[in-house]
């Protein structure tokens, strides 16, 4: 394995941290560089956080530069979930 690895994983699914630590465990004995995120109590479903995360990652290690802070990207489910927040919308 060459170059830089992110790893994202949900605490809430089934099966998928303890996959992913094993996957861990095994780069780690390797001596193989991993950087992991972990969602303690949630899905590894995408959202505007999950997507930023990546976003940065890859600005960070392709085109060596440094993200900008505090920047918040929305997705456009995020945008349309928070409009259905009241449930009189959805009827």
Not at 20 to 45: C, G, I, Q, S, Y
Not at 62 to 84: I, M, Y
Request: aromatic residues 10%; hydrophobic residues 45%.
């Amino acid at each position: 394995m060459e170059g830089k690895l992110l790893l994202i994983a949900g605490g809430l699914e089934f099966g998928t941290p303890a996959s992913t630590l094993r996957l861990v465990e095994a780069l780690h004995n390797a001596n193989k560089d991993v950087d992991m995120l972990l969602l303690p109590n949630l899905f590894t479903d995408p959202s505007g956080y999950t997507f930023r995360r990546e976003w940065d990652y890859m600005v960070t290690h392709l085109q060596h530069v440094t993200p900008p802070k505090n920047f918040k990207l929305t997705l456009f489910l995020d945008e349309t979930a928070s409009e259905f927040d009241d449930i009189s919308m959805l009827v």
